[in-house]
């Protein structure tokens, strides 16, 4: 799929008509094992140990996400990069490699997603795979909280460049 970046002036935005910023309800699918993972408890603290980007901090726990969650997850991501609002707009999830963890912060739980391009994804033999983690890179690799609480995203962070 060929992604096309547009430059969006803001002010633009404001001058017209209001845009409405909201996510629309989205149905759940299911999660797929050819690019996607949850991952278990002992590797959560290995996910978020990436080496060039920001991770959420702090994290008090871990725990796993049920498949529901992170299909509900990935279904309302794939809308989000289509709100007018979002300035994330150049990426495609169909070709990432992602990994998920629970985490707890703050007393909530958050689920945490880092994607990594299939162009720089090299699979593991060894079982259970581990936390994949990729220094550099740009925007070849990026994380991304969400809230399943109430469907919102946070803490976008991609990898500093190469």
Do not use: K
């Amino acid at each position: 799929m060929d992604v096309v970046s547009v430059d969006v002036d803001a002010t633009a935005l404001e001058d017209d008509a209001a845009v409405d910023c909201a996510v629309a309800p989205h149905d759940t699918g299911s999660v797929d094992p050819q690019r996607s993972e949850i991952l278990q408890l002992p590797q959560g603290e290995d996910l978020l140990d990436q080496c060039s980007r920001s991770v959420p901090s702090p994290v008090e726990a871990f725990w796993v996400p049920s498949e529901a969650e992170v299909s509900a997850l990935e279904a309302a991501l794939a809308i989000h990069f289509q709100d007018p609002c979002v300035l994330h707009y150049w990426i495609t999830l169909d070709d990432h490699y992602v990994q998920y963890i629970g985490i707890v912060s703050a007393g909530r739980n958050l689920i945490y997603a880092s994607f990594v391009h299939q162009s720089s994804y090299f699979p593991s033999s060894v079982t259970p795979t581990p936390a994949y983690v990729l220094c550099d890179g740009g925007e070849l690799a990026w994380g991304i909280v969400f809230d399943p609480s109430d469907g919102h995203f946070e803490d976008f962070a991609v990898n500093g460049s190469i």
